[in-house]
């Protein structure tokens, strides 16, 4: 597409349906800004050495959204980009070279996930701001990281403006404690879970509260989950969306509530 990538190839490690938590919740919370958008373009950024992610989010997005949709996997790698190839079926689904600069385009959503990692914290913001100055009027973009096998997982929703909210995001059956969730922060907080800032605030008042309701366990872990995320709202947490979206292992906060120190 004629664009220099900006950025430095991933790790590329990815799994089948290791970012279902993430396109299920977008499918929910950002499917009105996709239908209201002109040309429903997303971005793929950085979707890895194989293309099952890029893949598996078109097809969610299709059936839970709209069914023209188009998505485009990103990388700048271009061995990745030729492995892709025959997973491709233009126009819903293409993969092309590109970075943080988007290859030139102007997409509704960018989809970013394990790919500031290996980036320095100090380089998360300008990051943040190359892809959302790209984005189409109303665009979003919803990055983090999860771990591979998509269990546990955490993700930033930016818009033009900067970071709207954090959510953090867990397969229940599998939570032993929710303190599992600080392995996989968004690099933007993964080193401020420390005494002193407010996300190992959070952290520790899910865990806390996890414990409070360990009387509630032989109800199943979402009805546990449940009772928590409503403990961490009653202190006094801003805790956004509904019990309906709490059940699916989901505690979503606006930003301000955990901004860095």
């Given at each position: 597409?004629?664009?220099?990538?900006?950025?430095v190839?991933?790790?590329?490690?990815?799994?089948?349906n290791?970012?279902r938590?993430v396109?299920?919740?977008?499918?929910e919370?950002?499917?009105d800004?996709?239908?209201?958008?002109?040309?429903?373009?997303?971005?793929?950024?950085?979707?890895?050495?194989?293309?099952?992610?890029?893949?598996?989010?078109?097809?969610?997005?299709?059936?839970?959204?709209?069914?023209?949709v188009r998505v485009?996997?990103?990388e700048?790698d271009?061995?990745?980009?030729?492995?892709a190839q025959?997973?491709?079926?233009p126009p819903?689904?293409?993969?092309?070279?590109?970075?943080?600069?988007?290859?030139g385009?102007?997409?509704a959503l960018?989809?970013?996930?394990n790919v500031?990692?290996?980036y320095?914290?100090?380089?998360?913001?300008?990051a943040?701001?190359?892809v959302?100055?790209?984005?189409a009027?109303?665009?979003?973009?919803v990055e983090?990281?999860c771990?591979?096998?998509g269990?546990?997982?955490?993700w930033?929703?930016?818009d033009?403006?900067?970071?709207?909210t954090l959510?953090?995001a867990?397969?229940l059956?599998?939570?032993?404690r929710?303190?599992?969730?600080?392995?996989?922060?968004?690099?933007?907080?993964?080193?401020?879970?420390?005494?002193?800032?407010?996300?190992h605030?959070?952290?520790?008042?899910l865990?806390?509260?996890?414990?409070?309701?360990?009387?509630y366990?032989p109800?199943?872990?979402?009805?546990?989950?449940t009772?928590?995320?409503?403990?961490?709202?009653?202190?006094?947490w801003?805790?956004?969306h509904r019990?309906?979206?709490?059940?699916?292992?989901?505690l979503?906060?606006?930003?301000?509530?955990?901004?860095?120190?």
């Amino acid at each position: 597409m004629g664009h220099r990538p900006l950025g430095v190839v991933t790790r590329g490690t990815t799994n089948p349906n290791r970012l279902r938590r993430v396109d299920n919740w977008i499918v929910e919370t950002c499917g009105d800004a996709l239908r209201a958008a002109a040309d429903p373009l997303v971005v793929d950024l950085g979707y890895g050495a194989t293309p099952v992610t890029a893949v598996e989010l078109r097809a969610r997005l299709a059936a839970g959204v709209r069914a023209d949709v188009r998505v485009v996997g990103l990388e700048i790698d271009p061995l990745r980009v030729a492995a892709a190839q025959p997973a491709a079926a233009p126009p819903g689904l293409v993969f092309a070279r590109g970075g943080f600069e988007l290859a030139g385009l102007r997409p509704a959503l960018v989809r970013a996930f394990n790919v500031l990692r290996q980036y320095d914290e100090s380089e998360v913001a300008d990051a943040w701001r190359t892809v959302t100055e790209r984005l189409a009027p109303g665009g979003l973009l919803v990055e983090g990281t999860c771990d591979e096998l998509g269990r546990l997982g955490s993700w930033v929703l930016l818009d033009a403006t900067g970071p709207r909210t954090l959510t953090l995001a867990a397969k229940l059956t599998t939570l032993e404690r929710p303190a599992q969730l600080a392995e996989r922060l968004p690099k933007a907080l993964i080193h401020r879970n420390v005494p002193g800032e407010r996300i190992h605030d959070l952290v520790r008042a899910l865990n806390d509260a996890w414990q409070a309701a360990a009387g509630y366990a032989p109800f199943g872990p979402r009805e546990r989950w449940t009772r928590t995320v409503a403990a961490v709202k009653d202190a006094g947490w801003p805790v956004l969306h509904r019990p309906r979206r709490w059940r699916h292992g989901e505690l979503t906060v606006p930003w301000p509530a955990v901004t860095p120190t």
